[in-house]
């Protein structure tokens, strides 16, 4: 066999075999962050609807402040979480927690979550990437949690 055909002989088996190597090392999942027990865990409201923590929103003709908020995902589908708000009505400052819980789910593919409030009986959405959730609202806006 002449030499330059058994260098294009060797150089096609050895592109077969990376190539057979390098698709048995991908897998079909191409980010594993958003796997269930990725997910799970604690993460703190940076901000709502668009606005850094604290943010205004109005509620039954009152202001409330959100100065805080967490949020916590369990591996069991289990979800909590907790706002701090700052309530002004008729002169009188108060701070509030208020907590909900209920059930989540991780809907593949794209590592959508819906979720189920258990205190209020309805259901949202939201999305998980990396150490980011964003949840959507009733109302359509979104709040943005992060590890």
């Known amino acids: 066999m002449p030499i330059l055909t058994s260098v294009h002989y060797d150089m096609r088996r050895f592109l077969a075999l990376f190539a057979l190597v390098a698709l048995g090392a991908c897998g079909t999942e191409i980010d594993q962050s958003t796997r269930p027990n990725n997910v799970a865990g604690v993460y703190h409201l940076v901000s709502?609807?668009?606005t850094v923590l604290p943010?205004?929103?109005r509620a039954d003709s009152v202001n409330l402040q959100v100065l805080e908020g967490t949020l916590t995902?369990?591996?069991d589908g289990s979800w909590e979480e907790t706002l701090s708000i700052n309530a002004q009505s008729a002169g009188v400052t108060q701070v509030q927690a208020v907590t909900t819980?209920?059930?989540w789910n991780n809907v593949?593919?794209?590592a959508y979550i819906s979720f189920f409030d258990r205190v209020n009986n309805y259901q949202?959405?939201?999305t998980a990437s990396g150490a980011t959730i964003v949840l959507t609202t009733v109302e359509g806006g979104e709040m943005i949690y992060r590890h």
């Open 124 to 126: 949202f959405t939201g």
């Open 101 to 103: 819980f209920g059930s």
């Open 73 to 75: 995902l369990g591996t």
């Open 48 to 50: 709502l609807g668009g």
């Open 55 to 57: 943010a205004t929103i």
């Open 108 to 110: 593949r593919p794209n």
